[in-house]
């Protein structure tokens, strides 16, 4: 009788031990599930891959409703400061997220054409200017491995050859023949983004972007934000050379504003020219109290005035 006690004793001694040692892990699973997530950096994704085999990736920052996507590199080696700004902007989220407001999603596309980006630098994944070999052109970088220019391979007013500045050049055998144009289409009609900035070099302004039907007002918008707070000028028509096929016409066609930044030259950066236009643009897509029937554009003498 005293042993069969003993044992029953035992067994509920191990029965509180257990249940203690349950709900001390229960309760400090929570707070360090919630760190861990707290501390999560971006959100790297594998978007496709180029002609030969690179990874195309996209790094998204925050979950807001209002998306706006950043893109890098679509000429590759010949404009790598384009690629540069976008890790540094990547970086400046890494160490500042508050920045972003809470009803906006970034989004990052650093190199578009990374195939063209190695033909100049000669290095897989990141890189920084030091890594850019000084006596070798960059022109090559501006087409991908299929020596198709990735900006005259989408769908608006498209030709099997194009222009850029004298030169004629490869457009494809078709709209988005090119894996590399096909990738960001196919990732624009799934994430849908709010607004779209492209960064080139070396024209030294911000464009609007149209195709068949004009510009988008929204387009006139962004580009007006963008280009005050940054200190380019702002241009609506980009009228160098006549251009078809390119990126920015064919979002325009499908309804998503769209703004080209074009860096001043092929190897400066401009990071805080570009850091002042994106928190511009971030301003205003935070502002809850306006709709899109009256959005914010700057008149001639920069003073903010409603379209409605």
Known sequence: MRTRQIIVVILFVLLGIGLIIFFISRDSDT???AIETANLGPERK???LSVEKRD????RYSNGETRLLFIGGIHGGYEWNSVVLA????????????VVPENITVTVIPSLNPDGVY?????????????????KSSA????????VDLNRNFDCKWQPESKWRDNIVSAGIKPFSEPEALVLKNFVLEYKPTAIVFWHSQSGAVYASKCEDGILPETINIMNVYARASGYPAVESFDAYQTS?????WLA???IPTITVELKTHETIEFEENLAGIKALFEYYKQPSISNEEKIILNKNKSLTFVS
Do not use: C, H, W
């Open 46 to 48: 594998v978007l496709g």
């Open 31 to 33: 707070p360090q599930e």
């Open 56 to 59: 195309i990736e996209s790094y």
């Open 87 to 98: 890790y540094q902007f990547m970086d400046y989220l890494e160490t500042n997220p508050t």
């Open 253 to 255: 066609s499908i309804g």
């Open 245 to 249: 096929g390119d990126a920015e016409g």
């Open 140 to 147: 090559p970088g501006r087409f991908n491995a299929n020596t």
């Open 119 to 135: 033909k100049v630098i000669g290095k897989e994944g990141r890189f920084t200017s030091t890594d850019v070999p000084k006596d």
